[in-house]
């Protein structure tokens, strides 16, 4: 079980700073790699409201995050850490070149957060093991 949980905060963490490059960079990283123009954003799935790569993203960091950090005290600031991360990020697209800030995008950061957050509650409160 060790052994899980220091592979699933590696991850956590690389997953981090590789989410923060890409949020960062003035263009599309996979958009260069995959069509060969740093302008075209690659999309998973249509979106719905709210932007489903920037869901995903960080649906799967928290999960992540929640696997890395589950039965801590951490989990709590795990939680702020992220909501903040996805704020701070998205709003970092207003100085950006080539990125643009965009509401779906936040709340699509924000929902993917609060989904895993909640379900793990719902879990740990409920399903005891």
Same mark, same amino acid.
């Given at each position: 079980? !060790?052994? %899980?949980? !220091?592979? @699933? *905060? ?17 263009? @599309? ?19 719905? +409201?709210? @932007? ?24 709590n600031?795990?939680s ?5 991360? @996805? +704020? ?7 100085? +950006?070149? !080539? *990125?643009?800030?965009e509401?779906?995008? %936040?709340?699509g !950061? ?14 740990? *409160?409920?399903?005891?093991?």
């Amino acid at each position: 079980m !060790n052994k %899980l949980k !220091n592979f @699933s *905060r590696i991850g956590f963490y690389s997953s981090n700073i590789i989410l923060i490059i890409f949020y960062l960079f003035p263009g @599309s990283i996979l958009g260069c790699f995959l069509y060969n123009d740093c302008y075209k954003q690659p999309q998973i799935t249509q979106d719905f +409201i709210i @932007s489903s790569n920037h869901f995903y993203a960080f649906l799967l960091l928290t999960s992540l995050g929640v696997l890395s950090f589950h039965n801590t005290k951490k989990i709590n600031l795990l939680s702020v850490y992220l909501i903040l991360l @996805s +704020i701070f990020l998205e709003l970092f697209h207003i100085i +950006i070149p !080539n *990125r643009g800030f965009e509401m779906s995008d %936040l709340f699509g !950061n924000i929902v993917g957060v609060i989904l895993v957050i909640l379900i793990y509650k719902i879990v740990i *409160r409920y399903v005891k093991t």
